[in-house]
């Protein structure tokens, strides 16, 4: 099958070679087990294929999987672990990783009744798709790296639920693993898309970024996107929270796609559901777990003004933000009081997956005061702030930076931005500019 290069490829091959355990999480669809198959030459799905001359060979990556990405013309090399004389590189990347899911029923079965048995019949070199469903395999696999922890890539793991999966990690993985975020495409990730073309940049946005519709382009998002919805529920909501009205779940979450780039109030929602306030707390965790929300976190450094405390909400697809708002054409968008608040969710999101693509802890925050100064995307790089603001606009004017100005009195701030549309960078007089939303 074609292959889209994903930027997380090179950290994943260097913790490969530093830890006996991986893991990959993130929502589902965003092309996990895609990125490990492709990285971890020689991947066996379960069965060995036999090659003309009569010797065993690698099996195909099977036609159905559901993680599909599609070529960007980067290099296709294999990936070289290193001298083979280096004894602190033993990576296992030349020996074929066989591929497990525990989506399957009767495998996931074996792995939490008998955890022994499991890994016993599944040697390392091993990836193990959606470990959340045998968290009882953890404590075992760490009693297998600890008899030789400099024997690296032993078990390539990935999950869906990250809450529920951290725990069991940290608990018996802490100091064995490396642990990466893969969120659905970044735009650099795209192919024959033009990002300064603002009708694209529209149709990405409602079609979304998750990689099945860069395999299937004829893809119909709102099916796809309905397909997903159902899916989710049924697998991931019931095997975490006893839901019984699913129904009334899907109306919270169209709640919170009408509160997207914005501060929210959970017992407001709740209200307008009909559910209690903990309920309603305890499904916003749910969707956190399962990365189809993304809470940003307001900046609250060495600050003396009352600052508010409640986080910005945005949800990690843009797709799946425009089908719940029914927002189906590019002049729909356009002209949607939303219209502005899916882009800021496009922008900040990229972000955050320009920082995660390369193995890094996003720090990004926004920043709003009780007075009304506010900027949508503060990045802390430790030393320094880079702040933006963020404007569904192509026409920038010096009157948008008024908080990016006051901001940039008080804290040591490397870049003032106003990200909008427009290709051209502005300068402004007050020492800020508008450039365009791409620019890091």
Known sequence: MNYLHRRLEKPLKEAMEQFPVVLITGPRQAGKSTLLQHCLKGYIPGVVQESGDGKEA???????????????????????????????????????????????????????????????????????????????????????????????????????????????????????????????????????????????????????????????????FKYWYSAYLSTYLERDLRTMRNIHDLGQFQRYLILLAARAGQLFNLSEIGKECGISQTTAKDWLTLLQATSIIYLLEPYSRNITKRIVKSPKLFFVDTGLLCYLLRIETVQQLVHSPFGGHVFENMVVMEKIKQMTQKGDRPHCYFYRTASGTELDLLIDHGTYLDAYEIKFSSSPKVEMTHSLVEFSKEYPVKKALLLNLRRERLPFSNGTSAVHWSEN
């Open 58 to 220: 690698p099996a195909e990556y099977p036609s159905g999987a559901s993680d599909h990405c599609v070529s960007q013309g980067a290099s296709e090399e294999g990936y070289s672990p290193g001298k083979a004389d280096d004894a602190s590189s033993r990576f296992l990347n030349h020996e074929r990783y066989t591929y497990v899911t525990l989506d399957d029923v009767l495998v996931r079965n074996l792995a939490k009744s008998d955890p022994a048995l499991f890994l016993k019949t599944y040697e390392p070199p091993l990836i193990l798709d959606e470990i959340q469903y045998a968290s009882e395999l953890l404590p075992y696999i760490k009693m297998r790296v600890d008899k030789d922890r400099r024997k690296y890539g032993q078990y390539a793991l990935t999950g869906s639920q990250i809450f529920p999966l951290m725990k069991g990690v940290s608990e018996s993985l802490a100091g064995r693993i490396a642990i990466f975020q893969l969120y659905p495409l970044s735009w650099t990730e795209l192919s024959n898309v033009d990002i300064y073309d603002e009708k694209q940049v529209a149709e990405q946005m409602l079609e979304g970024f998750y990689p099945e519709f860069q395999v299937q382009p004829q893809l119909n």
